[in-house]
T-cell receptor, first 114, second 113 residues
């Protein structure tokens, strides 16, 4: 497809389980961002990749959160030992370059932790 | 540190009426500002952006925003809204050298017939 694709769209997990969220960016986009959007809030930055390099992970809330982009295209956000406060929509965005090009967002993964 | 304040969490308005969604920012560096729109259960779509040049920027669907440096504002306006404009609108600023965005809390625009 032409846009950013995220899967799954919805994920329900029990507290303590590990989850993996996938992002397929627009082909050729160098920059990839992950954001977390809690209910009723604006998205908050989690981490940033330039190609396969993770250049900023300052927004990751704890060491239970881990992201990778091994071949510089598809990215996976993994959350280990999930907690209820991890419930949110996780948004992925990509852009052509670092130079303040507009970010294109996927539809997000809605994660619910029971 | 950069931050964005959206002063209204909800704005109800009648169809064909004008609307203004307010956004104020604080930034200690060069300012790059964006408005995104989010329809239910969807991701964010870029509405318009200010990077440099003319302080008045327009979108293809009739929205416009004006960058005002002295008032540190980037308010979004539309002279006549449609039912289809019902959505949540987010103002954002570039937050760091990596280009990540800092968003406001959003304004829900509800257009009534």
């Amino acid at each position: 497809g032409a846009g950013v694709s995220q899967s799954p769209r919805y994920k329900v997990a029990k507290r303590g389980q590990d989850v993996a969220l996938r992002c397929d960016p627009i082909s050729g986009h160098v920059s990839l961002f992950w954001y977390q959007q809690a209910l009723g809030q604006g998205p908050e930055f989690l981490t940033y990749f330039q190609n396969e390099a993770q250049l900023d992970k300052s927004g990751l809330p704890s060491d239970r959160f881990f992201a990778e982009r091994p071949e510089g295209s598809v990215s996976t956000l993994k959350i280990q030992r999930t907690q209820q406060e991890d419930s949110a929509v996780y948004l992925c965005a990509s852009s052509l370059t670092l130079l303040y090009q507009p970010q294109h967002f996927g539809d997000g993964t809605r994660l619910s932790i029971l | 540190a950069q931050s964005v304040t959206q002063l209204d969490s909800q704005v109800p308005v009648f169809e064909e009426a004008p609307v203004e969604l307010r956004c104020n920012y604080s930034s200690s560096v060069s300012v790059y500002l964006f408005w995104y729109v989010q329809y239910p259960n969807q991701g964010l779509q870029l509405l318009l952006k200010y990077l440099s040049g003319s302080t008045l920027v327009e979108s293809i669907n009739g929205f416009e925003a004006e960058f005002n440096k002295s008032q540190t504002s980037f308010h979004l306006r539309k002279p006549s809204v449609h039912i289809s404009d019902t959505a949540e609108y987010f103002c954002a600023v570039i937050g760091g050298s990596q280009g990540n965005l800092i968003f406001g809390k959003g304004t829900k625009l509800s257009v009534k017939p």
